[in-house]
């Protein structure tokens, strides 16, 4: 078993990338897609093959790699029993759902689409029951609600589809949030996040003061995913999805995924009178509910649904019954009925798909259409029915010997028993109808097709799972006893109790709840037009949902009223909050210091210059306050303001900031220019005296309150970290120039974030002008025509001269860089300027002529170059980014020193250059498109 | 000089607050720009201020200006120009969109005028009537 240490991380992963090969490969072809499935999905069966055989002989298997060890995070996994009868379950189930899913969809349904989320719905399931750490577990779990979301909405178009799918969300994933609380306090009770401490640690926690909200938190968790009263509603309404989506997820996975956990938890949870009565109180009634619901709707799907409920509320009150003969019964029946059930609703599609219906009211004599199909969906309901020689006989059968034992000494003796037998009754009276109503009683009712067989391959699924209920049924030492043996033993921890699984155990008392059941069930059939009647009157109109959608729009009405009580709607109230609340906890700030506001550090003396920079400084702010209304002379007043702030750099002895503060105010001036162009030239005159005077309260006092802050930082000495950077740049990072030397090594992780952020923006930039039309206007606010004159000969001859020049200037900064002022983001800006230029003077059309060079690529030129920078040193054995230098000597040149950062500075050197032409360019193009525009109508007229 | 170049940070401050709480998004872009020039001559200012010194390494000088604020300026400048870009291209897709440029869709508010060209001269006024009886023959 040497060769195989890591196939579980691999099994679980597999189909998360076959996802995205499934997706992909439909765009070629869109049969591709279900190949994918069916490929991936018998490859993770194959590398799961190998580790059986330790499994069978009782082995656990645990693969794991140390993630954040902090928080008690592993990457582990862990193969049992259990692990590995679900993990058969859902990938067995899952390739004979693709098979069937293949002929279902209809040519108008993105099968990509489908595989894909199939796929990972398959992968998060795995990842459930694979997982050794209860943490990675939780992500999984929910992965497994927003794949199933994705699921189930996949007719987008359809409004149940798309609520069904918010329904199965809010509750499942609302579960999912308890499930978490629950498994942060259970660890933190056991010290340990992985299951084999947990499972090991049981009397530990039953005996904790924290047990009872432990298994209430994580009950939530189970019952919402496996529809357990009084959180089953969301069941019927996800059955909005495609057929194949319910026969897999309904049948075997995401719904037993609750139940999962209860066997899992099982030998650290169960055994308490708490765990008895509210996982067998739950389980008993969503048992009787499902069973009794199951009857009386006339959709097919409705019917298996209600079914499902009813089935997951039998096993789950198995495990409440808390003895280990019980989940012998209770996994045993997981198997059951994920086989039937999977295959009935695979019926229910054929069924949908051959004639376009799903009421039974209108589906009648299906029998002599097709015979197949209907011996097929005859065997695998009277099997959920618990007809002997099936498999669901043999399960029922111990969940009725179970009821009495468990109950035998209590004083419910005999209500659980008649209950449940009741249940079973209504089970073969739903189950009946399934089969008489649908294939025989009479002739369809004008139905959209004439009914006529499927595909051959959307049955043979089918028959693969009919047939293994026959086989368990009849033989099940053979077919299903090795596995249960192994599931139940590694459910229980511990050796499994003695049972048979033999058919015949002679007259005893399940046997004659069996016959009961049977009889009464086809009698309360008989009657069922004046059930109907009755049920319509009097129960039809009670709905938990009713209860949801009232909770749901009070929390949604409740959370809108709050919101809209502070904004009311207005951008410009929600703004006056947050700086508002900035400047409360300014304040609280400065109260809560006892220490004189200002320091006691030396000021530098005043001069002249600085003084006059100051008051211009000061003056074009406040005229772009008060001219903000005429925009264009407000951002003239702005350019002022960014090149008086470059100066401040200057004199502050930070040349670098400097550099970029000038080549960013360019151009952020051109941009807004451009932009301006499209806007209102001017703003409508205020005349609000309360909102003005607010705002000049507010600004007042944040301006005076950073003003102060300021103040009191600056009079401050203080010990910078900085030293380190100062004494290591030269020895650790080859360069002079500190301040790039910390941007392209020592926190270069920190700007590969920034440049990616700039990337973002340049597309998002891109995206959001694709298809903008604006036209352009023909005069300004004063109704002046504005100059055709686009291109002025001289500018654009000057420019073309210098163009060559402005270039050398930013390769020469570049190149620089590392040693004096300058550097990828400042020879970007420099060469962005350059060709922003070329755009301006000469026009898009003359420029992209001539630079065939997509901006795009640049950018994901300069992202892959900084990336693949930080992953060389990575393959290296170093950490990402390290860098590294040389000197090296040539002819003329002399002695000069190469740095592997500037092969970084160089990735943000083409990001920035990418990100800031193409914003520029892009907007520019609009207004060229909206000027051609003109012209046409012009030539027009 | 601490005490000029506070001042200006919170005259910047203040000028940036008044017009991002403007109700048309040009102005609330001139804003944010503003804003961003406060906030990064601010984070500048928290390495205290240095003159003539800056920190290029140079065995002669030994005393440099605080390097790590203004690495983190130098991209923040950089970025604040990402975010001016992407707001005033928003804008004008909510322009678009909307056919206003209020920040919340209105085309004209309860405390606004509507616009008047009174900053005009009487000869543009006449120049721009002739131009529109022009154009609508």
Known sequence: ?941 | MEWLLALVIGVLTSTGVYLTLRARTFPVVLGLTMLAYGVNVFLFSMGRLTIGHPAVIDPAVGTYSDPLPQAFVLTAIVIAFGMTAFLIVLALKARCELDNDHVDGLDLAKDELPLEKSHMTNEQKQQATLIQQESKE
Not at chain 1, 652 to 674: G, H, W
Not at chain 1, 928 to 937: F, G, I, L, M, N
């Open chain 1, 1 to 941: 078993m040497t060769s195989i240490t890591s196939n579980l991380p691999i099994v679980t992963l597999l189909p998360f990338i076959g996802a995205i090969v499934a997706a992909w490969a439909s765009s070629f072809n869109r049969l591709a897609s279900a190949g994918v499935a069916a490929a991936v999905t018998i490859l993770a069966l194959v590398l799961l093959a190998p580790v059986m055989a330790p499994v069978f002989a009782g082995e656990t298997l645990i693969q794991s790699w140390s993630w954040i060890p902090a928080i008690g995070l592993e990457f582990a996994f862990r193969l049992d029993g259990l692990a590995l009868l679900f993990a058969i379950l859902i990938l067995g189930i899952g390739l004979l759902v693709i098979i069937y899913a293949r002929y279902y969809l209809s040519a108008k349904d993105c099968m990509g689409r489908f595989f894909a989320y199939l796929l990972m719905f398959m992968g998060s399931m795995l990842g459930i029951v694979l997982s050794e750490n209860l943490l990675q577990l939780l992500v999984f779990w929910e992965l497994t609600s927003l794949s199933s979301f994705l699921l189930i909405s996949y007719w987008q178009h359809r409004k149940d589809a798309r609520e069904g799918a918010v329904m199965a969300l809010v509750i499942t994933g609302g579960g999912g949030l308890s499930l978490l609380a629950g498994v942060l306090l259970l660890g933190n009770i056991v010290g340990s996040y992985n299951l084999s401490d947990v499972l090991a640690a049981g009397d530990l926690v039953r005996s904790h003061e924290l047990y009872l909200p432990v298994l209430v938190l994580i009950l939530i968790g189970v019952f919402t995913k496996s529809a357990q009263f009084p959180f089953h509603f969301w069941l019927p309404h996800a059955m909005a999805a495609p057929t194949p989506v319910s026969a897999y997820l309904h049948s075997a996975t995401m719904v037993k995924a609750g139940i999962f956990l209860l066997a899992r938890f099982f030998p650290v949870l169960s055994g308490t009178a708490e765990w008895s009565w509210l996982v067998g109180g739950a389980g008993l009634i969503t048992l009787l509910l499902g069973a009794y619901m199951a009857l009386f709707k006339h959709d097919i799907k409705g019917l298996l649904a209600y079914s499902t409920i009813s089935h997951l509320g039998l096993i789950t009150l198995l495990f409440g019954f808390g003895v280990q003969l019980a989940a012998v019964a209770a996994i045993f029946h997981i198997i059951n009925h994920a086989t039937f059930k999977a295959s009935l609703f695979m019926v229910a599609g054929i069924i949908d798909h051959e004639t376009g219906s799903r009421d039974m009211r209108k589906l009648n004599g299906l029998f002599k259409y097709m015979p197949h199909t209907a011996v097929l969906a005859i065997i695998a309901s009277s099997a959920m029915a618990g007809v002997p020689l099936l498999n669901g006989f043999l399960s029922k059968e111990m969940f009725f010997e179970q009821t009495l034992m468990a109950t035998s000494e209590t004083a419910l003796i005999w209500v659980v028993p008649v209950l449940v037998t009741l249940a079973a009754i209504f089970a073969v009276a739903y189950s009946l109808r399934f089969i008489h109503d649908v294939f025989f009683n009479g002739e369809p009712i004008d139905l959209p097709k004439t009914p006529h067989e499927p595909p051959r391959f959307m049955k043979i699924p089918v028959d693969l799972l009919v047939l293994l209920c026959l086989a368990v049924g009849i033989i099940p030492m053979i077919v299903v006893a090795p596995i249960l043996e192994v599931a139940v033993a590694s459910s229980l921890q511990a050796a499994p109790p003695k049972y048979s699984l033999a058919i015949w155990h002679g007259f005893n008392i399940p046997l004659m709840m069996s016959i009961l059941a049977l009889v009464l069930g086809v009698v309360v059939y008989m009657f069922r037009e004046r059930l109907f009647a009755w049920h319509e009157r009097r129960i039809a109109d009670l709905d938990a949902r009713i209860i949801y959608h009232f909770i749901f729009n009070s929390i949604t009405k409740l959370a809108n009223n709050i919101t809209r009580s502070f904004d009311k709607g207005s951008l410009q109230n929600a703004i006056a909050w947050i700086i508002g609340t900035a400047f409360v906890a300014g304040m609280i700030g400065f109260m809560s210091v006892t220490s004189p506001v200002l320091g006691q550090r030396e000021l530098l003396p005043i001069d002249g210059v600085s003084m006059l920079a100051a008051v211009v400084i000061i003056i074009a702010s406040m005229m772009t306050v008060i001219l903000n209304q005429q925009r264009l002379v407000a951002v003239v007043m702005v350019g002022v303001v960014g090149l008086i702030v470059s100066l401040i750099f200057v004199k502050f002895s930070a040349p670098d900031l400097a550099l970029t503060q000038l080549s960013v105010e360019i151009v952020t001036i051109v941009l807004l220019l451009l932009a301006l162009y499209f806007l209102p030239q001017t703003s409508p005159k205020e005349i609000g005296r309360l909102r003005i005077s607010r705002d000049v309260f507010i600004s007042v006092i944040s301006g005076v309150g950073v003003m102060i802050l300021s103040m009191a930082v600056m009079t401050r000495d203080f010990t910078p970290i900085s030293d380190f950077f100062l004494t290591n740049a030269v020895p650790g990072g080859g360069g002079t120039n500190v301040v790039n030397v910390i941007l392209v090594d020592f926190r270069g992780t920190d700007n590969l974030g920034e440049i990616v952020v700039l990337a973002l923006a340049g597309l998002g930039i891109y995206a959001l002008l694709q298809g903008l039309k604006l036209y352009a206007p023909v005069r300004d606010e004063n109704g002046l025509k504005w100059t055709e004159d686009n291109h002025p000969q001289i500018m654009q001859t000057l420019t073309r001269l210098l163009f060559p020049l402005m270039l050398m200037v930013a390769v020469f900064i570049f190149i620089r860089g590392h040693n004096l002022p300058g550097g990828g983001f400042i020879a970007g800006l420099i060469a962005a300027v350059a060709l922003i230029v070329q755009y301006l003077a000469n026009g898009i059309a003359w420029t992209a002529e001539r630079l065939k060079i997509e901006m795009h690529k640049v950018i994901g030129m300069g992202l892959l170059i900084a990336t693949v920078t930080g992953l060389v040193a990575m393959g290296l054995g170093y950490p990402f980014l390290t860098t590294t230098y040389t000197y090296l000597t040539w002819p003329v040149v002399g002695k000069f020193e190469v740095a592997s950062a500037i092969a970084f500075d160089l990735g943000v050197f083409l990001v920035v250059v990418g990100s800031t032409v193409m914003s520029l360019v892009q907007l520019g193009k609009l207004s060229d498109a909206s000027h051609k525009q003109q012209q046409q109508q012009q030539e027009l007229k």
